[in-house]
């Protein structure tokens, strides 16, 4: 069983629509929890991190549940520059980040 | 320069041929490391850093050897690879180990092509 899975999608919506979808991961241990974002062709980059309350970082909501050992992300209002693969990570509160391969996210206009 | 940089962007080599991957952070960092990432698979992570030391090789062939000379470089030295190795390299850093913010930086990467 991967440590992390993802619908790798592409999730197609139109601008201003509303795109959520989840990561689930294996080890009940994990700490602490991500999300990334990975353009085309480039460079993983931070997006948030995940609490365990849930939180929200503009448009951008994440939602952590333990007990069925996911994350979600929600993005509200999906502008074009939100057009990117978002990668899901999960530590045991290390150095060691266990990424997900990823869901692709397409915003057309 | 600012951030993570690394050389060359691009890198197409023989499976005999012997190449070193280039990367300098700029952020003050004292751990970095090696990814691995092959096309629709997660980043496989290869080898840490922490404060010049050696602190992780994720079962990493010996083909692939890392190098660090100080706490702003890294290298990874390639030798007699095999058409699989083909991915993009990607090299990051953190303030430190201890993964508390679960940040790290990512340079642009290192596509490798093996023949």
């Known amino acids: 069983r991967k440590e992390v899975e993802q619908d790798p999608g592409p999730f197609n919506v139109p601008e201003g629509a509303t795109v959520a979808f989840n990561c689930t991961y294996s080890?009940?241990?994990?700490?602490?929890f991500f999300w990334y974002r990975q353009d085309c062709r480039k460079e993983p980059k931070l997006l948030m991190s995940?609490?365990?309350s849930g939180n929200e970082d503009g448009r951008f909501t994440a939602q952590l549940n333990r007990a069925s050992q996911y994350i979600s992300l929600l993005i509200r209002d999906s502008k074009l520059s939100d057009s990117a693969t978002y990668l899901c990570?999960?530590?045991?509160?290390?150095?060691?980040?266990?990424f997900g391969a990823g869901t692709t996210v397409t915003v057309r206009a | 320069e600012t951030g993570v940089t690394q050389t060359p962007r691009h890198l197409v080599m023989g499976m005999t041929n012997k190449k070193s991957l280039k990367c300098e952070q700029h952020?003050?960092?004292?751990?970095m490391y090696w990814y691995k990432q092959s096309a629709k698979k997660p980043l496989e992570l290869m080898f840490v850093?922490?404060?010049?030391?050696?602190?992780e090789n994720n079962s990493v062939p010996s083909r692939f050897s890392p190098e660090c000379p100080n706490s702003s470089h890294l290298f990874l030295h390639l030798h007699t690879l095999q058409p699989e190795d083909s991915a993009l390299y990607l090299c990051?850093?953190?303030?430190?180990?201890?993964?508390?913010?679960?940040?790290?930086?990512f340079g642009p990467g290192t596509r490798l092509t093996v023949l």
């Open positions: 952020l003050g960092h004292n751990a």
């Open positions: 995940v609490y365990s």
């Open positions: 850093y922490n404060f010049k030391e050696q602190t």
């Open positions: 990570v999960v530590t045991l509160g290390d150095y060691k980040l266990s």
């Open positions: 080890n009940s241990a994990s700490q602490s």
């Open positions: 990051a850093s953190s303030q430190d180990t201890s993964g508390r913010r679960g940040e790290q930086f």
